[in-house]
Structure formats: C-alpha cells, structure tokens
C-alpha cells in the first residue's frame, strides 16, 4: 500500500470527520433548551412581554426601560442533560477474528457521559439616579444550551455503534453585551442590545478509513479520528418593543439578527491501527451560521393600585434553522498532510423551529417583602426530521413543565427556577435514516470499495430527558443606600411614579392616559361618575384671575 495514499486519505479522513460536527454551536429552540435566567425558566420561559430584570438584554431589551435606578443581576443555569441511542441491529465482524469477538451480537446502548453543565449570565444596568425615560446596560451571558456532549468510543469491551455519528464536542459562545432601552411614550419602550459574540468550537468524531485492508464494514481497527479546535469572533443584535397600553395588558416583540461564525484553528488526524501512517496537523477554517430568532409575546395583569397581583403569559417563538445553515457547514484546509485547498460541506437537514410558551406568576407580601409563585409549561418543535436524527444535537421534539419561587425584601431579590425537559422519543427505521460513516479510502464519501452505500448508523431509538436548575439575584443599589427616588415620567400604576409637583393635573406629566381605570382614577383629576368632577385648574388664566381680585381689593382700601 502505498505511504503517500494512505496519508492523503487520512487528511481527507480528518477535515471529512470534523466537518460532520461543524454547526455544533449552542441552541436553543428546537434544537437544545428554553431560555435563561430564573425568573423566565420558572414561567415556561413566557418572559417577551414582561422581561423586568436583567436578563431583559437577551429576552427583550425593551425591558430596561422601566427599570429604574442601578440594578446588578448574576445568575446561571445547571443543565443535566441524558441523551441516549439503542442502534437497530447487530455488528457485522466476525466472531472469530481475535480482533472483533462482539461480531454478531446486538449493537449496545451509547449514552451522554457528559456530566453537569453551567452557563452564567451577568448584567448591570442603570438610570444614572437621574433619568426617567433612559436605562443603558452591559453584560455578557451564553445562549441556554448543553455545551458539552460525549459519547463513548467504546460499551463493555466493544466499539461504540454511534461512534461514526458523534464522539465528543466541547462548544462554547458567549455574548458580552450593550444594551439601551427608551421610554418613547408611557406605553411603548424601545430598546437594543449590542452582542460580540466569541466562539470556542473543540469537537472530535470518527471516519472509516479502508484501503482494501478491512474485511468488513465498520471494522473497528480501521476508524480514523479526527479533531478540530477553532476559535472564531462575530457580531449580532437583538431589538425589542413593548407595549402596555393598559395597566391589565402587556405586549413584548424582539428579533435578533442571524450570527455567522468564521472560525479559525487546527485539525488534527489520528491514524488508525491498520495501515497508516501520521499525518502533521493543519490550519482549517469553520463557517457556519447561528438563526435569525423572533419572539413575540402577549401578557394579562391583575393590579391592585400599584401591586401586581398575578399575571399569565403565552409567547411563541420562531428561529431559522433552514436559512442560516443553508447548504451546511463548511471546513476549509489550505493544506494537509499532500492534500492542498480542501473544502468540504456537509448537509445536516436542519429545518425552522417553532415554540409556544406559557406561564406566570403569582405575587403576594409575606415574610416582610414579596413572594412570587411561578408555573409554566412549553412546546419546542423537532429541528431535523427522521432521516437526519442523530446524536451531535438534541434535534427531537421537547415538552416540558417549570416550576419557580422568588421573593424580594428592599434592595435584595432572588429567584430559583426548575425545568423538567422530556424531549419526545423517535424510532429511526431500517432504510430510513441518511447519516452514513465517511470512508476516507473514497475520497471522503460513504461508500464501500465496491461502490456500495455504507449503511446508516442512525436508525434505531433515540431518547433524552434534561433537568434545568436557575439561580437570579439581583441588587438594587439606589435602595440599598436609601429609599428609592421616585420618577416622573410614567403610569400611576407604576410603583415608585410621582408626578412632578409644578405639573398640570391634566397634562402628559401627570401620566393621565389610563382615564377609564377606575383604581387610578383617586390619582388624578378625575372622579367616579357619582361625585362631581372638579374644575380642571389653567394655570395661566387662573393666576391672571387672581391677580386681577387682588387688585381689585386692594383699590377699594
């Protein structure tokens, strides 16, 4: 066999194994898990139209509006993610090779060995103890995802059946984040939230390298790994509007803009037991693309005066999987080992993904401050269909159930939340499924040296299950140090609003819109239509009157 073609098809081996893990970023939707932070996990992640703390600058930045005064929020989620594959069918080695003894028998359970994993979230926004209408924020958190996911190479002495699909990826992406949200009116809030997002793609699979020297398909002694480590940097945006044009009602909509990654690294070849020799590692590039995500949310409020009583949320949530992986990811290599210009897509068959999120809140005042109960319950849809069912992403439909407490006394809140995440099982029938090991020998394609189709490596039974732990607290300095200063821009309904003192009763300082509320109605100058209403005071002309009485008295002395 000759050295120069063994080393040329373990380099294609290389780039063709990585690239199959190329888009393994961290997802939400339909792809991984709901959202962040406490408060929103605990209400099914229904946060678009409330989004009153810090994790507004992911939810909706629109949200900082209303939040006065200096505010630290520092929180994580604590994922527990299980995934497992029951591959159809048996090994197809031979029994009485010394090298393959499991030849025959059935293919074993592969699960995620992985273990815990946290993503953080911290912001810090603030008014500047002086503003009414401006609130600007910075922070930095992860998207609500399981970034590390392993799967054995070998089960109980024999290699794992999922090892052509997916061995191990370590991803990571964080957005450090600026954020400003405006008051346009008293009933609609504008913001923006700026992202830098950087990207840490270290992930490793396995290729089926063949010269001619495997006597079977699969043959263990012939797999080839192959990993990529690359880091990357990009930039993206989230905009966000919410709307209360009563106290009762609450509308949220933001959308952030598609991500694109192009990362930069090396890939590394490890050659396999039978005939073949090293091969130095080489510079590669990775592109791919995270989706254009849309949520819109709408919300019912129970207010007693200024205290929240309760309040439901259902929100929908839209993210463009097909469009921003397009024909798929991309690894390019200049050069390795004698392969020079490599350029390889892989097609995943990932499609859109919707959601439909419920949840709220129940707020009461205990234990000397406020206690929020919270529910929820949500639906993500399935990413890929049957055919492309694998193990690098949790792609399976996913229900889930929250619970979540929070109480706040003075300048100190803090919030918990819980999610029990049952992705929704899929069986991968014989014929059916399209992710195929990668021969190396043919140039990167799943063929056998005959010509012949390899079979499919997904078609069997999948099925995961997650546990989401939150953690939220956040500290309002300006109470921490004082009573809170009261604002004059916004609704009677709002706790903490004083119209200013030289203010018209009847003029937009008085935040007067909501004249059919009869709870605020004490507030203004307005009365129930069984009490005579005053006479509404003008300023001008009525000092001028005054004047003119005084004078008038004055001359008859």
């Given at each position: ?9 373990l380099a ?8 199959v ?36 600058i ?8 209303r ?10 989620n604590?994922y527990?993610?299980?995934f ?21 028998k ?20 603030t ?11 910075i ?5 609500p995802?399981?970034?590390?996911r ?51 793609f ?57 991500i ?53 949320e ?22 390795l ?23 709220g ?12 109960l919270?529910?929820g319950?949500y ?6 269909g ?11 439909a ?8 929070g ?36 140039g ?16 069997g ?32 309904y709002?706790?903490?609003?004083a ?8 003029s ?7 004249r ?5 109605k004490?507030?203004?100058?307005e ?31």
């Amino acid at each position: 066999m000759h050295a120069s073609r063994v080393r040329r098809a373990l380099a294609a081996g290389a780039v063709a194994a990585t690239t199959v893990l190329g888009s393994r970023g961290a997802r939400a939707g339909g792809f991984d898990v709901p959202d962040n932070g406490a408060q929103a996990l605990g209400r099914g992640g229904a946060f678009v139209a409330r989004a009153d703390d810090g994790t507004a600058i992911y939810y909706n930045p629109a949200g900082l509006a209303r939040q006065r005064g200096t505010r630290l929020y520092g929180g994580a989620n604590l994922y527990l993610h299980s995934f497992e594959f029951q591959r159809s069918g048996s090994f197809p080695d031979d029994p009485n090779d010394a090298r393959t003894p499991w030849g025959g028998k059935p293919y074993p359970v592969v699960d995620n060995a992985s273990g815990p994993y946290v993503m953080p979230f911290f912001a810090l926004s603030t008014d500047f103890a002086s503003l009414d209408r401006l609130t600007v924020a910075i922070g930095a958190f992860g998207p609500p995802s399981v970034g590390n996911r392993t799967f054995p190479l070998g089960v109980r002495g024999a290699p794992a059946a999922s090892r052509y699909d997916f061995i191990q990826s370590k991803t990571t992406i964080f957005y450090p984040t600026a954020s400003a949200a405006y008051r346009v009116t008293r009933w609609l809030d504008l913001g923006v939230s700026a992202h830098l997002a950087l990207g840490s793609f270290d992930q490793t699979t396995v290729s089926y390298l063949d010269l001619g020297a495997c006597p079977e398909v699969e043959y263990q002694p012939c797999d080839s790994r192959g990993t990529l480590q690359a880091t990357g940097t990009s930039f993206g945006a989230t905009f966000g509007a919410l709307l209360r044009p009563s106290p009762s009602l609450s509308f949220g909509l933001s959308a952030r803009t598609p991500i694109g990654f192009d990362a930069r690294g090396v890939v590394t070849p490890q050659r396999p037991a039978v005939g073949a020799a090293d091969v130095a590692p080489g510079e590669a590039a990775l592109t791919t693309r995270l989706p254009l995500i849309l949520r819109a949310g709408g919300r019912y409020v129970s207010m007693d005066a200024d205290f929240e009583l309760y309040d439901l949320e259902l929100d929908v949530t839209y993210e463009g999987w097909g469009a921003a992986q397009g024909e798929g990811p991309r690894i390019t290599v200049p050069a390795l080992g004698e392969l020079r210009n490599i350029d390889t897509i892989v097609v995943h068959g990932y499609g859109d993904t919707f959601s439909v999120r419920g949840g709220g809140a129940y707020n009461l005042q205990a234990f000397d401050g406020i206690v929020a109960l919270r529910a929820g319950a949500y639906f993500d849809s399935s990413a890929t269909g049957f055919d492309y069912t694998r193990l690098d992403v949790d792609t399976l439909a996913k229900v889930a159930g929250t619970l979540g407490f929070g109480y706040r006394y003075g300048a100190f809140a803090v919030d918990v939340g819980y999610a029990a995440v049952a992705s929704i099982p899929r069986l991968v029938g014989t014929d059916a499924g399209q992710v195929r090991p990668i021969n190396t020998g043919k140039g990167g394609k799943p063929l056998a040296n005959d010509g012949s189709l390899l079979p499919a490596v997904n078609e069997g039974a999948f099925r995961g299950f997650t546990h989401i732990f939150a953690l939220g607290m956040t500290l309002t300095f300006d109470e921490l140090f004082g009573p809170p200063r009261p604002f004059h821009f916004g609704n009677a309904y709002e706790p903490g609003y004083a119209p200013k003192a030289d203010a018209p009763r009847d003029s937009d300082e008085t935040g007067d819109r909501n004249r059919d509320d009869p709870k605020t109605k004490k507030d203004r100058n307005e009365l129930p239509p069984d009490e005579p209403a005053l006479p509404k005071r003008r300023p001008d002309k009525d000092e001028k009157k005054d004047e003119k009485k005084k004078e008038w008295w004055e001359n008859l002395d």
